[in-house]
């Protein structure tokens, strides 16, 4: 069992999904060195599931997602050089998140703010509950936001990129889905069923495609536009080296041709 961290899994007819909480509700679901430590190592064994299809990350409670790096132990920092290592266990969370070969859904149910947008940005896909509230308030206790806040220009844009991190102010969902950060917002009682409707979708699709689009589409975060383009060639020539195309393109086939009676 790991501290402050929960799991559970469940099996379909398709695959699995891994069901991970941040559990320290009392405390905003916060990111303590202890529960980085937890959610990596978590998020580095969910990558050797060989059956696994999509993970959800969500935190522990109704209050927060994660309410950001753990106030208490940032005021403990003495030293430069401890301020790297407290700042590298965050990045080493959200590079974790990233490196699932699967695709990771955010469940965001309240507060989202500094490190916890940062985890948030990390992952695939965003769907939030309509009182989730949103900032980067780092500048506000002295400190500039790093690491993964990196990933906010490509998802809401420059301008707004620098408003939310010059400023440290709040924002709505309403606002966050108005941007691009989330995908989906809905009524907190709707949000259980809107995630699942999500993996409905997820499943639809063929394991390893996935896994090789969403590879491809970290390494177009990164490359400038010819290699990315090169880079995609190469994945669809990948995809060919087991049969799922050719079965699943099979598959198609015989579906339409018995939807047409022929």
Same mark, same amino acid.
């Given at each position: 069992?790991?501290?402050? +961290?929960?799991?559970?899994?469940?099996?379909?007819?398709? #695959?699995?999904?891994?069901?991970?909480?941040?559990?320290?509700?009392?405390?905003?679901?916060? @990111?303590?060195?202890?529960?980085?430590? #937890? /959610?990596?190592? @978590?998020?580095? #064994?969910?990558?050797?599931?060989?059956?696994?299809?999509?993970?959800?990350?969500?935190?522990? &409670?109704?209050?927060?997602?994660?309410?950001?790096?753990?106030?208490?132990? *940032?005021?403990?920092?003495?030293?430069?050089?401890?301020?790297?290592?407290?700042?590298? *266990? +965050?990045?080493?969370?959200?590079?974790?998140?990233?490196?699932?070969?699967?695709? +990771?859904?955010?469940?965001?149910?309240?507060?989202?703010?500094?490190?916890?947008?940062?985890?948030?940005?990390?992952?695939?896909?965003?769907?939030?509950?309509?009182?989730? /509230?949103?900032? *980067?308030?780092?500048?506000?206790?002295?400190?500039?936001?790093?690491?993964?806040?990196?990933?906010?220009?490509?998802?809401? &844009? $420059? &301008?707004?990129?620098?408003?939310?991190?010059?400023?440290?102010? %709040?924002?709505?969902?309403?606002?966050?889905?108005? $941007? &691009?950060?989330?995908?989906?917002?809905?009524?907190?009682? @709707?949000?259980?069923?809107?995630?699942?409707?999500? @993996?409905?979708?997820? *499943?639809?699709?063929?394991?390893?495609?996935? =896994?090789?689009?969403?590879?491809?589409?970290?390494? $177009?975060?990164?490359?400038?536009?010819? =290699?990315?383009?090169?880079?995609? +060639?190469?994945?669809?020539?990948?995809? $060919?080296? %087991?049969?799922?195309?050719?079965?699943?393109?099979?598959?198609?086939?015989?579906?339409?041709?018995?939807?047409?009676?022929?």
């Amino acid at each position: 069992m790991i501290p402050h +961290v929960k799991v559970r899994y469940e099996d379909g007819g398709r #695959g699995r999904v891994a069901f991970v909480a941040i559990d320290r509700p009392e405390k905003l679901n916060s @990111l303590s060195r202890e529960v980085m430590r #937890g /959610v990596t190592d @978590l998020f580095k #064994g969910l990558g050797a599931d060989l059956h696994l299809r999509a993970v959800v990350l969500t935190g522990a &409670g109704d209050k927060a997602f994660c309410g950001g790096a753990n106030i208490d132990e *940032m005021a403990q920092i003495a030293s430069p050089e401890d301020a790297r290592a407290f700042i590298e *266990m +965050v990045h080493g969370v959200c590079r974790a998140i990233r490196a699932a070969p699967v695709p +990771v859904i955010a469940r965001i149910n309240g507060f989202c703010l500094g490190a916890g947008l940062e985890v948030a940005a990390a992952c695939d896909l965003r769907i939030a509950g309509e009182t989730a /509230v949103f900032g *980067m308030p780092e500048v506000q206790l002295g400190l500039p936001s790093v690491v993964e806040a990196a990933l906010l220009p490509t998802l809401i &844009g $420059w &301008g707004r990129a620098r408003r939310i991190l010059f400023t440290g102010e %709040t924002f709505s969902a309403e606002t966050a889905f108005a $941007w &691009g950060l989330v995908e989906e917002v809905h009524p907190p009682a @709707l949000l259980d069923a809107a995630v699942e409707d999500l @993996l409905d979708h997820l *499943m639809d699709a063929e394991p390893r495609a996935l =896994q090789i689009q969403k590879a491809l589409m970290q390494r $177009w975060e990164e490359l400038p536009m010819s =290699q990315a383009i090169q880079a995609g +060639v190469d994945a669809f020539e990948d995809a $060919w080296t %087991t049969s799922e195309p050719a079965d699943a393109l099979a598959a198609y086939l015989k579906s339409r041709r018995s939807r047409r009676g022929s």
